[in-house]
């Protein structure tokens, strides 16, 4: 599923400084490349050094048209004059980075020159191109440093993966098995507004073409796909039937998927027709395989957990829900869990398969699951939620711990965590803004790196930090509210 995405990197100049000089920015810049693509996730594609007007508009044209760029990062090693980018820039479709870095790292102070200065300006150079972006108001993501320093790679690499996170999202395309659980309301949202600004094609299948399907599938795949089971999980249950009923969902699953390329499916216990199980092993396989998912139709969850899958260094992101508190004075966690549907690489250890009965729904028979608890750590949650003429996105800091107490009788995985400050401050901020029990998890997958994606999406973006305040919240909040509605 993962493409082999590369960034084009644009180092801007100009013919003032005679072809010596823009030698040396060219060949200065294609080593950087070739060692910056050593250290980052995707590779960096020295563009060549671009001093006109001309050439910037046709690499930004080349970049948009190029699906296998996601993203270019820039860099003026000289002066490069701002209206030179305008044109490029006002087209660019394509998140964009500004490295506002330089070649050399000391100031020679013996043999300082006037050519040196001008060789090496990009103090000057770099301002007069943040200029441009600031004044066409688009966004971009700005990381100064030297380009070798390991604070800076790492920055550069995660914004690397919040960028391919976005040509993930535009080109995601969702199948719902089934509507909406009835009557839920966070769950519900504008797909309109969701294709145009983060590309997600929703649509929905019967669930009796899924029944369908599964008839197709013979015992030979559901032998080889229980065998890859079984050689990750291990098996808790006499049941086999059961666990080899969710690899014929599985495999049913993933072929209708495939088939129009949907990164990411939702479905819902209150339409299992021709269904004797609701997916619960098949749909934490497939998360565990990149796929994004959601229960009861939360199509927003299930986009957003691929997504995420796809922004995180090994795809630790998973569909969650904040399930009960444990609100002992002093020691307050949150116990998160689902029905089913829990992604098995927020596992701490290996996960078990289990079958028990479902308390809630129309199963005929006890669905198979895998039952874990969720690694220690610090982590993120993340919703989307449909404010009615814009998306707003809104991420929580917390830390994950070790379940403080074994819950035996618990039929599910589970993630206990704590929220920063506190339990009650984290709730009473994470309530104002709206934001659902359906979450995405992640361990792997900043904050900051949700900012930026919200930012290149052009939807809002809410950060719940230990430092944040409800009622201070609450203020803010209401001007945004005015702020979206006069763009
Ligand atoms: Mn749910």
Known sequence: MKKDYVFYFIVGTQDLYGPEVLKTVAERAGEMAAELSSRLPYPLVFTGAASSDGEICAVMRRANADPLCAGIVTWCHTFSPGKMWLGGLADLRKPYCHLATQYNTAIPGD???????????????????????????????????????????????????????????????????GDNMRWVAVTEGDKIEAQIRLGWRVNTNAVGDLAAEMKAVTESEIDSLTEQYLSLYTLDTDDLAAVRYQAREEIAIKRMLDAEGCMAFSDTFQDLYGLEQLPGLAAQHLMYLGYGFAGEGDWKTAALTAVMKAMGSEGASGFMEDYTYHLVSGNEYSLGAHMLEVCPSLAADRPRIQTHPLSIGMNEKDPARLVFDGREGPAVVAALIDMGGRMRLIAQDIECVKPIMPMPKLPVARVMWRVLPDLQTGVECWITAGGSHHTVLSYDVSAGQLRDWARIMDIEFVHITPDTLPDRLDDELFLRDLAWKLR
């Open 111 to 177: 043999e300082i020159d006037m050519d040196f200065m001008n060789l090496n300006q990009a103090a000057h150079g770099d301002r007069e191109h943040g200029f441009t972006a600031a004044r066409l108001r688009i966004p971009r993501k700005i990381i100064a440093g030297h380009w070798k320093d390991a604070k800076v790679i790492s920055r550069l690499g995660e914004w690397m993966r919040t960028a391919v996170g976005a040509a993930v999202s535009r080109e995601m395309k969702v199948m719902r098995f």
